[in-house]
């Protein structure tokens, strides 16, 4: 498995820290940045990590994004076409968004989680598969709704 990683300066600890623990995993990181405290803009690097997946270049299937709250890095990402990025705070919702939705970017707030439940979050995202069945169905309508809004 592959993921790319971003932050802005909000979330450059915990990109940081889960980073070196997937590295110590296994796992290969492409990470977009940022590498400073320096303040930058969180959608400048939600794109980066959703044009890599998207395009497949680096061959990451699958992103992490952290700011500040998790919310603004979650919304600029949910405006690229086959970005299906979730916000999550807890372990069920990281399951859940995998097996239900095939959430393929993971979102988190350095400022309201920390680094053990991030650890479990990021777990329990990645070991989750999507479930399919009537999830499917449910997640071909979003792929729908994007293309109407084209």
């Not at 590498?35 to 992103?63: F, H, L, M, N, Q």
């Amino acid at each position: 498995m592959k993921i790319a990683m971003g932050c802005d300066h909000g979330g450059i600890h915990l990109k940081e820290h889960v980073k070196k623990y997937l590295i110590g995993k296994g796992i290969e990181i492409v990470d977009h940045g940022t590498y400073t405290e320096d303040s930058c803009d969180y959608p400048d690097y939600a794109a980066k990590v959703c044009r890599d997946i998207i395009s497949g270049d680096s061959g990451a299937d699958r992103g992490i994004l952290i700011c500040g709250t998790g919310i603004g890095i979650s919304i600029a990402a949910n405006k690229f076409k086959g970005i299906r990025a979730s916000l999550c705070g807890d372990v069920f919702s990281a399951k859940a968004t995998r097996e239900h939705n095939d959430s393929n970017v993971l979102c988190m707030g350095e400022r309201v989680t920390g680094v053990g439940l991030a650890e479990m979050i990021v777990d329990a995202w990645i070991e989750t598969e999507f479930a399919g069945g009537r999830h499917a169905r449910r997640v071909e309508k979003i792929s729908e709704l994007e293309k109407a809004c084209e």
